[in-house]
């Protein structure tokens, strides 16, 4: 049995197990092979013949939120603790602030359908005798994270839950987003800087919380948590697809797919909040149609690639293009990738380096596409190779929100990949070479 028959035994099984009928999932499955072949892409093919099955899952498991109901997490986890009054709580002295800091939670955008990750802290000052166990205000947070989302909102539900289910002397939350903010496939070539993340940070209280302006205790939590300040910002920076300033003529069976998906989710798609979400998601997933023309570099590529000359000389010496930014979509979950590329290469005297240019116009063609890491490494290398002569070694590091956004919630990870020609591929010294001038490299998604 095959690795992929494995894995869709597995997922039946956790269906099942979890009380999610086959049938319950079917209409996603069937609105992803629409929007796939909207893109122009083959549902058969080897890399995208499970994708249906496993955005299903990811979908399934991103929004089970909207299954659960945070009474069943509170019922058993309350309890006793003397010296806390009734009413008074930290107001008179008595009791105490409670803060579970740095939970990391991740949700999707409703107005993009693309996830966001969350650095939730959460505070309250314990009243009428009881306490609630730590590890359930994760839980419950977690509720309101696995459902279609806006920073300000799942602060607002997390905080009037906890509040409602635990009576306390008064609830805080402070929640620090960050939001994949891709370029379009246009867009890349001209802004080299783009910064790849839009952040917000947002605040909710109640009770003792609820003046922020006035309250000594709101000063106390934040200052637990080592900032001083938790402003909202205005929504209008929020969610990077707002930014479009019309939307064009779009494929009806792609919007009708993702209406369809999110109605399967549990969703209203006339909900005033989601009604152009799907005409947004659209335009974003056309960043990466296939296309089934050859190399469609800039011009100082196909320059290049006519006016090189493989005879470069002799004494050879090592050349980079470091930190090349990229951005890409899996072709697994349909979720995005981002990252960067380094590029090693050997050049001789009187021979002229690639320029940046032409280097991080390769990395988008290959990014703008539905992929995989391990193919975009491979793709990168083979291309400038042709160019700049076979002695080529490229790594690539990335952040993908796969890991963190279908139940692995690997937050923080990132994943390297290597690929190395002529010299490099015999040579142990030549890509250590290369590998000690890589500089650090941290992702913040």
Same mark, same amino acid.
């Given at each position: 049995?095959?690795?992929?028959?494995?894995?869709?035994?597995?997922?039946?099984?956790?269906?099942?197990?979890?009380?999610?009928?086959?049938?319950?999932?079917?209409?996603?499955?069937?609105?992803?092979?629409?929007?796939?072949?909207?893109?122009?892409?083959?549902?058969?093919?080897?890399?995208?013949?499970?994708?249906?099955?496993?955005?299903?899952?990811?979908?399934?498991?991103?929004?089970?939120?909207?299954?659960?109901?945070?009474?069943?997490?509170?019922?058993?986890?309350?309890? *006793?603790?003397?010296?806390?009054? %009734?009413?008074?709580?930290?107001?008179?002295?008595?009791?105490?602030?409670?803060?579970?800091?740095?939970?990391?939670?991740?949700?999707?955008?409703?107005?993009?359908?693309?996830?966001?990750?969350?650095?939730?802290?959460?505070?309250?000052? *314990?009243?009428?005798?009881?306490?609630?166990?730590? %590890?359930?205000?994760?839980?419950?947070?977690?509720?309101?994270?696995?459902?279609?989302?806006?920073? =300000?909102?799942?602060?607002?539900?997390?905080?009037?839950?906890?509040?409602?289910?635990?009576? *306390?002397?008064?609830?805080?939350?402070?929640?620090?987003?960050?939001?994949?903010?891709? *370029?379009?496939?246009?867009?890349?070539?001209?802004?080299?800087?783009?910064?790849?993340?839009?952040?917000?940070?947002? @605040? %909710?209280?109640?009770?003792?919380?609820?003046?922020?302006?006035?309250?000594?205790?709101?000063?106390?939590?934040?200052?637990?948590?080592?900032?001083?300040?938790?402003?909202?910002?205005?929504?209008?920076?929020?969610?990077?697809?707002?930014?479009?300033?019309?939307?064009?003529?779009?494929?009806?069976?792609?919007?009708?797919?993702?209406?369809?998906?999110?109605?399967?989710?549990?969703?209203?798609?006339?909900?005033?909040?989601?009604?152009?979400?799907?005409?947004?998601?659209?335009?974003?997933?056309?960043?990466?149609?296939?296309?089934?023309?050859?190399?469609?570099?800039?011009?100082?590529?196909?320059?290049?690639?006519?006016?090189?000359?493989?005879?470069?000389?002799?004494?050879?010496?090592?050349?980079?293009?470091?930190?090349?930014?990229?951005?890409?979509?899996?072709?697994?979950?349909?979720?995005?990738?981002?990252?960067?590329?380094?590029?090693?290469?050997?050049?001789?005297?009187?021979?002229?380096?690639?320029?940046?240019?032409?280097?991080?116009?390769?990395?988008?063609?290959?990014?703008?596409?539905?992929?995989? =890491?391990?193919?975009?490494?491979?793709?990168?290398?083979?291309?400038?190779?042709?160019?700049?002569?076979?002695?080529?070694?490229?790594?690539?590091?990335?952040?993908?929100?796969?890991?963190?956004?279908?139940?692995?919630?690997?937050?923080?990870?990132?994943?390297?990949?290597?690929?190395?020609?002529?010299?490099? %591929?015999?040579?142990?010294?030549?890509?250590? @070479?290369?590998?000690?001038?890589?500089?650090?490299?941290?992702?913040?998604?």
């Amino acid at each position: 049995m095959s690795m992929g028959s494995l894995d869709e035994g597995h997922y039946d099984e956790e269906l099942r197990n979890n009380g999610v009928s086959g049938a319950e999932t079917r209409e996603i499955e069937e609105a992803v092979r629409v929007l796939l072949e909207g893109l122009g892409e083959d549902c058969n093919r080897e890399g995208l013949r499970k994708t249906p099955l496993r955005v299903a899952k990811a979908l399934r498991e991103g929004t089970r939120g909207y299954k659960q109901k945070v009474k069943d997490i509170i019922a058993s986890a309350l309890f *006793p603790e003397a010296g806390l009054e %009734s009413s008074n709580g930290h107001n008179d002295g008595v009791g105490g602030l409670v803060v579970v800091r740095d939970l990391d939670l991740f949700s999707y955008c409703e107005s993009c359908l693309l996830p966001f990750q969350v650095k939730c802290h959460i505070g309250y000052v *314990p009243s009428c005798q009881r306490v609630l166990g730590l %590890s359930k205000l994760s839980r419950v947070a977690d509720v309101f994270a696995k459902r279609l989302q806006e920073p =300000q909102r799942l602060a607002n539900e997390i905080c009037a839950s906890l509040q409602q289910a635990i009576k *306390p002397a008064g609830v805080a939350i402070v929640l620090q987003c960050s939001h994949i903010h891709f *370029p379009n496939s246009e867009s890349a070539l001209l802004d080299p800087n783009h910064n790849g993340l839009v952040k917000m940070n947002v @605040k %909710s209280g109640s009770g003792v919380f609820d003046d922020d302006k006035k309250s000594s205790v709101w000063t106390d939590f934040l200052n637990l948590l080592r900032f001083r300040a938790a402003d909202a910002l205005d929504k209008k920076h929020w969610c990077p697809s707002r930014e479009f300033s019309r939307m064009d003529l779009m494929d009806t069976a792609m919007l009708g797919a993702v209406t369809s998906i999110l109605f399967s989710l549990g969703e209203e798609p006339l909900r005033k909040e989601l009604v152009e979400t799907p005409a947004r998601f659209v335009k974003w997933l056309m960043n990466f149609k296939n296309s089934n023309l050859d190399l469609k570099l800039n011009g100082f590529v196909r320059d290049s690639l006519s006016s090189s000359n493989k005879d470069f000389g002799s004494n050879p010496h090592l050349c980079s293009e470091l930190s090349l930014s990229f951005w890409s979509q899996c072709e697994h979950h349909l979720l995005p990738f981002h990252g960067v590329v380094h590029i090693g290469y050997y050049g001789h005297n009187g021979s002229t380096p690639a320029g940046k240019s032409i280097l991080q116009s390769i990395v988008h063609y290959y990014g703008f596409k539905l992929q995989m =890491q391990e193919r975009l490494t491979r793709q990168i290398a083979e291309t400038v190779s042709s160019f700049l002569g076979n002695d080529v070694m490229v790594v690539v590091e990335a952040s993908h929100t796969c890991m963190i956004s279908r139940g692995i919630e690997k937050f923080g990870s990132s994943t390297a990949t290597i690929a190395v020609l002529g010299r490099f %591929s015999s040579d142990p010294t030549d890509r250590a @070479k290369f590998l000690q001038i890589i500089p650090n490299s941290k992702f913040d998604y």
